[in-house]
């Protein structure tokens, strides 16, 4: 059974640094985009960045770009999230998430259909 | 980038009920559009896939259609266990974008 279990979240003062990180069991990990998703506190699903199966593209939303930065560690099947400079408005629960698959340039597994349990980050101002 | 609006935002409904929740893409995404149950604390669970396809273990109650830029989540004969907020994803390239959420109470 595909499994992510994240880590890492805390509680950081504002312009602090977190770093998240997502390990993988259970599936080929090497063969599937990942990608981050929030939730703020009683706010909706906002994803936050997404990674290639091997690391050469990466995408983020517009709010943490420049400053969240997403990589991958296939061989220890493992997903991060570095933050930096963070902000009040950062503060959510942070969900990893097995992203979509190909097999010859199609698409056989769409995005999201496993998500780790969370883990919280709350940045105090 | 493209923005997801759904409607409506809230509504409340009675067991047995049909219910129907829209979401509209600000362009065209063909078909690459998921619909998402999630419960108070717990994590989002995918429902459908490619606008249709219903995820493996889903009651088949729950259907999805669309194309384009509108797109429909109806779930026929609501369960109390359905109760629950319910969120669409675009996945037509990056960045991915959710919808705002519909909620669905008890009446």
């Known amino acids: 059974e595909a499994q992510l279990v994240e880590s890492g979240g805390g509680l950081v003062q504002s312009g602090g640094s977190l770093r998240l990180s997502c390990g993988a069991s259970?599936?080929?990990?090497?063969?599937?985009?990942m990608s981050w998703v929030r939730q703020a506190p009683g706010k909706g699903l906002e994803w936050v960045a997404n990674?290639?199966?091997?690391?050469?593209?990466?995408y983020y939303v517009d709010s943490v770009k420049g400053r969240f930065t997403i990589s991958r560690d296939n061989a220890n099947n493992s997903l991060y999230l570095q933050m930096r400079s963070l902000r009040a408005e950062d503060t959510a629960v942070y969900f990893c998430a097995r992203d979509q698959t190909f097999v010859r340039g199609v698409i056989i597994s769409f995005p999201m259909d496993v998500w780790g349990q969370g883990t919280t980050v709350t940045v105090s101002s | 980038d493209i923005q997801m609006t759904q409607s409506p935002s809230a509504m409340s409904a009675s067991v047995g009920d049909r219910v129907t929740i829209t979401c509209r893409a600000s362009q065209d995404i063909i078909n690459y559009l998921a619909w998402f149950q999630q419960k108070p604390g717990k994590v989002p669970k995918r429902l459908l896939f490619a606008a249709s396809n219903l995820q493996s273990g889903v009651p088949s109650r729950f259907s999805g259609s669309g194309s384009g830029t509108e797109f429909t989540l109806t779930i026929s004969g609501l369960q109390p266990e359905d109760f629950a907020t319910y969120y669409c994803?675009?996945?037509?390239?990056?960045?991915?974008?959710f919808g705002p959420g519909t909620k669905v109470e008890i009446k």
């Open positions: 259970g599936f080929t990990f090497r063969g599937y985009w």
């Open positions: 990674i290639k199966e091997d690391g050469s593209e990466k």
């Open positions: 994803l675009q996945y037509n390239g990056h960045p991915r974008t």
